[in-house]
């Protein structure tokens, strides 16, 4: 019978050089490309009673040059770019539906707010967007970033309550990707608060209840 001895002692280094090896596998942070989104955490305050209604957010319809990852930069007339090494979260529809679907939720103004699988059947509105502008503009001076869609309003029985086009610019402030980001979330929110105002007073309007009032 063999009997092999080991130095305990000697695991400990064996280990470590182990696990160091596990962690270089990973890249540096600074190799990895940057996710960004919108913030919908946004400070709300109601100063009116909820509204007993129920509302959908339909995906938005949307252009090639927005329907994707990338951060769009107008830099002519006609033209588009993405910016380098950075993308959304998720598809450029597909963030702003969610994000106005929380920025709803976060109002608190009506008793359920979601998208169709949220609320399959039986919602008393549907809100429908067409996503027509969602960029940097590099074309104007100081450069700024740019939202604007087309909203109609539905009934359960699909008719139109009313239509509206939002369309909001704010310069850009800040230097670099970061700089770029905050404009691209100010006017998210600069947008996303108007459509939210008009919907609320429409529903209202409808159903017979006070107009919802939001700070």
Do not use: H
């Not at 400990?12 to 090896?21: D, I, K, M, R, S």
């Not at 008719?159 to 998210?188: C, F, H, S, Y």
């Amino acid at each position: 019978m063999i009997i092999v001895f080991v130095n305990r002692f000697l695991l400990f280094p064996a280990a470590a050089a182990a696990l160091a090896g596990c962690v270089s596998i990973l890249p540096d942070a600074a190799d990895l490309p940057p996710r960004v989104t919108l913030d919908v955490d946004i400070p709300v305050e109601m100063t009116s009673r909820p509204i007993d209604a129920t509302l959908v957010i339909a995906d938005p319809d949307a252009e090639a040059v927005l329907n994707t990852f990338n951060v769009a930069v107008k830099t002519a007339p006609y033209q588009f770019e993405y910016l380098d090494g950075s993308e959304w979260t998720d598809r450029v529809p597909v963030l702003f539906r969610t994000y106005l679907e929380r920025r709803f939720e976060n109002v608190g103004a009506l008793t359920a707010v979601g998208d169709r699988s949220d609320l399959p059947v039986g919602a008393d509105f549907e809100l429908k967007t067409d996503l027509r502008a969602f960029y940097l503009d590099r074309t104007v001076s100081p450069e700024a970033a740019r939202l604007s869609f087309g909203a109609r309003l539905v009934d359960a029985q699909g008719g139109t309550l009313g239509t509206r086009i939002i369309d909001r610019t704010i310069p850009i402030e800040g230097r670099g990707r970061e700089g770029a980001v905050e404009a691209l979330n100010r006017v998210a929110i600069d947008a996303s608060d108007d459509v939210i105002s008009w919907s609320l007073d429409l529903i209202a309007e409808a159903v017979g209840a006070a107009p919802a009032r939001v700070q």
